[in-house]
């Protein structure tokens, strides 16, 4: 009997020790490095700080640049303003100017044009003058036509030199550039056939004096024209 009421008592006792340990709450492990967690918190605030600083350095450099824009903007349109402000009174004379300029291109224009125009009137009165100092017993000029950079002669003379001298002395009108004999033949008699052939004899000759070479645009106009002509 006694050793069985030992072995309860001793059972119980064991049994309220249990009891105990289960009624303390469980506190957790024990942190044997505390360090870390505080080396932690402090690294993710310094990050923080460092990127609210350059978030704030980033919105100053914005606003720095766009108000220097705005001044260098300010700046150009006060000088643009003064600049207009300044060249207002001068509006006028510098209309008048171009007006003035334009006028004196036209002139110049109308000039050269004029110019060109009367060129061939200038080489008839050359030509005009030339000829009336020439003595009319060995060549008699027949008729002619006159262009803008050519003339076309017909005359008779008495011979192949009293030609030939004729013509140079036409080549050496004031320009007057070349000077050839394009057709040289017989004179027609009055039943329109030829007469003899004798040496020495009269003959009758086509001339042409050139004054002058026409520009591209003359020429391809003149070819033109001819064709135009032929067809």
Request: hydrophobic share 45%; aromatic share 6%.
């Amino acid at each position: 009997m006694r050793g069985v009421l030992s072995f309860s008592s001793g059972a119980g006792a064991s049994l309220d020790r249990c009891d105990q340990r289960a009624a303390v709450p469980w506190l957790g492990g024990f942190n044997l490095l505390p360090y870390r967690q505080r080396n932690a918190r402090l690294a993710r605030h310094r990050c923080m700080r460092d990127w609210a600083a350059a978030a704030c350095v980033g919105a100053a450099g914005v606003l720095l640049v766009a108000g220097w824009q705005s001044f260098a903007a300010a700046r150009l349109d006060a000088r643009r303003a003064a600049v207009e402000q300044a060249l207002t009174p001068l509006a006028v004379p510098l209309a008048e100017h171009a007006k003035l300029s334009q006028a004196e291109q036209q002139q110049r224009q109308a000039a050269a044009r004029a110019a060109s125009l009367a060129r061939p009137l200038v080489h008839l009165r050359d030509l005009l003058d030339a000829l009336s100092f020439e003595p009319g017993d060995r060549v008699v000029l027949r008729q002619f036509r006159q262009r803008e950079y050519e003339t076309e002669l017909l005359a008779t003379s008495s011979g192949h030199i009293a030609s030939a001298e004729w013509l140079k002395r036409l080549g050496a009108v004031q320009g007057v550039e070349s000077a050839e004999i394009r057709d040289l033949r017989r004179p027609t008699a009055k039943g329109g056939a030829p007469t003899e052939p004798a040496i020495g004899g009269p003959v009758e000759f086509d001339a042409r004096l050139r004054w002058g070479e026409p520009p591209p645009q003359a020429t391809h106009g003149s070819r033109a024209a001819r064709k135009g002509g032929a067809r």
